[in-house]
């Protein structure tokens, strides 16, 4: 059974810092790639960033210079490291294999002076 639980969300204000975590079980984390979404109320789940098994990653243009992505294979984690939150960055944010339909529950993510 495929578990992704994400932690790390809250409330920060514009310009702050936060670093989310990914944990995932059930699959053989160091072979597939991983991937950040978000969802904003009222708008679509969007691709934030992605990791391949390799350490190549790619980046949402709204995010690029300030989102980093990670890995610790020995951990089964994924991370993401956010900087310069702006509002717009406020959203629900969700890990995922990218292609496949396991999701985690979410963890939210308000920017707010």
């Known amino acids: 059974q495929v578990q992704l639980v994400e932690s790390g969300g809250g409330l920060v204000q514009p310009g702050g810092s936060l670093r989310l975590s990914c944990a995932a079980s059930?699959?053989?984390?160091?072979?597939?790639?991983m991937g950040w979404y978000r969802q904003a109320p009222g708008k679509q789940r969007e691709l934030v960033a992605t990791?391949?098994?390799?350490?190549?990653?790619n980046y949402a243009d709204s995010v690029k210079g300030r989102f980093t992505i990670s890995r610790d294979n020995a951990k089964n984690t994924v991370y993401l490291q956010m900087l310069s939150l702006k509002p717009e960055d406020t959203a629900v944010y969700y890990c995922?294999?990218?292609?496949?339909?396991?999701w985690g529950q979410g963890t939210q993510v308000t920017v707010s002076s």
């Open positions: 990791v391949t098994s390799g350490g190549s990653t």
């Open positions: 995922n294999v990218p292609g496949s339909a396991w």
């Open positions: 059930g699959i053989i984390f160091r072979i597939v790639a």
